[in-house]
């Protein structure tokens, strides 16, 4: 066939079929991808569908009841104890101040208002900073989110936690409003220091009310959520300090904070408490007891449950008792000779070395209060330096080495001279110079009671409850010693004696077969027998004779159970002549309630310490109920009886062996010492008609203070120290004469037994006693 030739000339053209097959493989593979997304995608909504309905019910956040701890407080309010894992206040967000909101909201979820529970801005905000690898690295979870972990979830870091984090941030935010979700947040965070929310730490850090926060305190708590352990401000103040300042920058940059706010706040020194555990006020026995006593009610609730127990104490009264026993037992410690560094360590010569060594010992050396243990850095005749735990180097100079001078002489000898790496104690005393002084060896104790009720109002229970935990005021069962006395004389008076009644203060001696063991032959205090005398002046001159011979007239079995009206256990006080000088057993807790049934004109009170416990939301569980003065049910000595006692105890203040407390300046005291054999207890009790008041020294382990050392001059200055100010604003109160009484010669007597009747004189004129009566065969030493 023959071809034309146009045919010949025009060659045939593909079509351009490669870029026709790219473009259908690109648009295959978009959808494939896009498929598997959308496959992917409807699985996860199915795989979240089936889970949502089966997250964890709110009710732990809708019906928020966090773990709280019980607080142990004073009557006027002060906290002074907190026991529970997690220590939290809860607090409505109404009562949280505006700065401390916002600072969390700049620092956590400046969005928290804005978004549904997940911040997806943030999410990716956080996302690109993160992969650029600039600075450190952003977190995305919300408030809500953190709620949901802190609440529902572990700290697993796994896509299915991250994904039930997710469904639970949307099912709280449906079922809360966003102020209970930010309450919740700022009562329930973890914020170091076993604080457990904002107000906890406000405390815990500041020791202040989250309400009187400044604005760069507000920042410094908001950075505690991220990591309370490296942002803590008592751990690492530098870092801590750090974050907080990029905090007021965020707070300035999101307009929450004006320029002039930030300015200052940047600036503002910060009062760290690096204490933890302590509390406006000393009162470390007190908060043992009342939670011991709270215990054996509610039991394990007791540190979950948020319990608050009033106590009976007041701050002024628990602060006067503190300053007095402390002072008063170092006073004992600089009468008597120093004893030597605490304990010796090698120096290294390099300073990094030096200061490790030096804060590793001293941590085994606490502090006590004022009394600030120090290392060595060098000694000589004239000068010590040392450096305490704050890293303070301190010098002492002339009179601050009086105490340890003998042991600063290179003759001392070495395993007791104050030399390099010596452990010492020092203090200030109250003014700027520093003086060598020692931890004291002795114990002491305190206790105020209210006798119109047994409230009381004072409990020291040793000179550092850190250092020793037991109680002395309830624990401590010593011999009363001379402070005794009363109760006998008060006895007496039951069997026909009187204030005038005559008795013989001449020795006295009793055989073997009438002690049933060994003869006694009793001695007065400072051996020095006067004769006869008043039984008023007996008390007042605390002679041990006239008191013997008491007991052994109206009998030593009448003696003991009549003590019991005021409290005593008949097991501790046998019924033994050596009763007379206070040989048996008592607590200064016991003999305070004791010594307010002269104070109230005749009542048994009680002493009591907690008023009321209320559980979190302030419901009263249950409340004191004390015994009162006034309801003769109550009764437990004539009101002439009392009255009789009152009067000659206000003569051992005026005229006997507690003159001291004249220095208060007041007609209406009074008390009597007590100072056991050998100087091993030394006591003083006392009172007004509205505080009775109860001091001891003495070792735990029992042995002598000191051959001069009496109740009058180791407790009694104690007892004045309080009284100082707690009786400062009290007037003075005179107690009236009560009925059935006549006055004869300047002397009071019941009317049914004037002058010329009773018992008149015993053994005037004699030394040796009847055959009747036993002397303990366990105690036949002499007490005054």
């Known amino acids: 066939m023959a071809t034309t030739p146009s045919d010949a000339s025009t060659p045939s053209k593909p079509g351009p079929r490669r870029p026709a097959s790219f473009k259908r493989i690109a648009l295959l593979f ?21 889970a949502y309905p089966n997250l964890p019910a709110l009710d732990t956040l809708t019906d928020y009841r966090p773990k709280m701890p019980l607080r142990i407080f004073s009557a006027d309010g002060a906290l002074i104890g907190e026991f529970g894992e997690e220590r939290r206040n809860l607090v409505r967000l109404k009562d949280i101040p505006d ?43 919300t408030i809500t989110q953190q709620v949901a972990r802190n609440f529902f979830l572990s700290s697993e870091q ?41 107000a906890s730490a406000a405390q815990i850090y500041f020791g202040k009310s989250i309400t009187d926060i400044t604005v760069a305190e507000a920042a410094m708590l908001a950075g505690l959520p991220k990591a309370p352990s ?14 907080q300042q990029y905090i007021l920058q965020r707070m300035h940059t999101l307009g929450y904070i004006t320029p002039a706010q930030y300015a200052a706040a940047k600036d503002e020194e910060l009062r760290i408490k690096t204490d933890s555990s302590e509390f406006g006020v000393h009162a470390e026995y007190v908060a043992e007891m009342a939670r011991q006593l709270v215990y054996e009610q509610f039991k394990e609730e007791t540190y979950t449950r948020g319990l608050n127990v009033f106590t009976t104490i007041t701050k002024a009264d628990q602060d006067a008792a503190y300053l007095a026993l402390r002072r008063g037992v170092m006073d004992y410690e600089r009468r008597h000779p120093y004893r030597g560094p605490e304990a010796y360590i090698d120096i290294p010569k390099s300073k990094e070395e030096a200061d490790e060594a030096i804060e590793n010992q001293l941590a085994e050396h606490p502090d006590s209060d004022d009394i600030v243990a120090a290392v060595v850095l060098s000694a000589s005749p004239t000068a010590i330096t040392a450096v305490t735990a704050s890293g303070e180097e301190i010098k002492i100079t002339g009179s601050g080495l009086s105490f340890a001078q003998n042991w600063l002489s290179a003759k001392a000898p070495p395993n007791r001279r104050v030399k390099r790496g010596a452990v010492i104690r020092v203090s200030q005393d ?75 203060d001449a020795p006295i001696s009793f055989d073997a077969g009438q002690t049933g063991g ?36 109206i009998g030593a079995k ?10 005593f256990e008949p097991a501790k006080n046998p019924p033994y002549l050596t009763l007379a000088l206070g040989a048996g057993a008592t607590t200064p807790l016991q003999l305070a309630g004791a010594y307010a049934v002269f104070a109230n004109g005749g009542y048994r009170v009680s002493p009591y310490l907690i008023t009321k416990v209320t559980d979190a939301s302030g419901k009263i569980l249950s409340q004191a109920n004390p015994d009162e003065a006034g309801v003769e049910s109550n009764r437990v000595i004539d009101a002439r009886n009392a009255y009789l006692v009152d009067s000659m105890l206000k003569d051992v203040v005026r005229y006997g062996t507690a003159t001291k407390a004249l220095s208060l300046k007041r007609t209406d005291i009074a008390g009597k010492t007590g100072t056991t054999n050998d100087s091993i207890d030394a006591w003083f009790a006392g009172y007004t008609s509205k505080l009775v008041g109860v001091a001891w020294i003495g070792y735990d382990q029992p042995k002598n203070l000191g051959n001069k050392e009496t109740g009058g001059g180791l407790a009694l200055p104690i007892w004045i120290g309080y009284m100082q100010k707690a009786l400062k604003d009290v007037p003075v109160e005179e107690r009236p004469v009560p009925d059935n009484m006549i006055q004869v010669g300047g002397e009071y007597y019941y009317a049914e037994n004037p002058p010329g009747t009773g018992v008149q004189s015993l053994d005037v004129g004699g030394t040796r006693a009847p055959a009747e009566e036993k002397v303990n065969d366990a105690v036949k030493n002499d007490l005054f």
Request: aromatic share 12%; charged share 20%; glycine share 8%.
């Open 30 to 50: 978009i959808g494939a991808v896009t498929g598997t997304m959308l496959v992917g995608l409807l699985i996860i909504v199915f795989a979240l569908a089936m």
């Open 558 to 567: 009448y003696g003991q159970e009549y003590t019991t009206r005021f409290g």
């Open 99 to 141: 700065v401390m909101k916002k600072a969390i909201l700049a620092i956590e979820d400046d969005r928290f208002y804005e978004h549904g529970g997940v911040d997806y801005k943030g999410a990716v905000r956080a996302f690109l900073h993160n992969a650029s690898n600039s600075g450190a690295r952003q977190g995305a979870s």
């Open 518 to 553: 060994q003869a006694w032959e009793p001695k007065n205090y400072d051996a020095k027998y006067e004769g006869p005398m008043s039984m008023r002046r007996g008390l007042t001159k605390s002679k041990n004779m006239v008191s013997i011979r008491i007991l052994h007239k």
């Open 430 to 504: 109250g003014g700027t110079a520093w003086s060598v002084t020692q931890m004291p060896e002795i114990e002491s104790a305190f206790v105020a009671v209210d006798p119109s009720d047994g409230a009381i109002r004072a409990l020291v229970g040793g000179f550092d409850f850190n250092r020793n935990k037991f109680n002395h005021v309830t624990q401590a069962w010593r011999q009363p010693g001379s402070a005794f006395k009363p109760f006998i004389y008060s006895a007496s008076l039951e069997r026909g004696l009187s204030p005038s009644t005559l008795i013989n």
């Open 230 to 243: 490296a942002y803590n401000p008592v751990v690492n103040p530098k870092r801590a300090r750090t974050r």
């Open 158 to 198: 796994s896509y299915k936690r991250k994904a039930y984090e997710i469904l639970l941030s949307w099912k709280i935010e449906q079922n809360l409003t966003k102020d209970q979700i930010l309450e919740v947040y700022m009562n329930q965070i973890y914020l170091g220091q076993r604080a457990y929310g904002f």
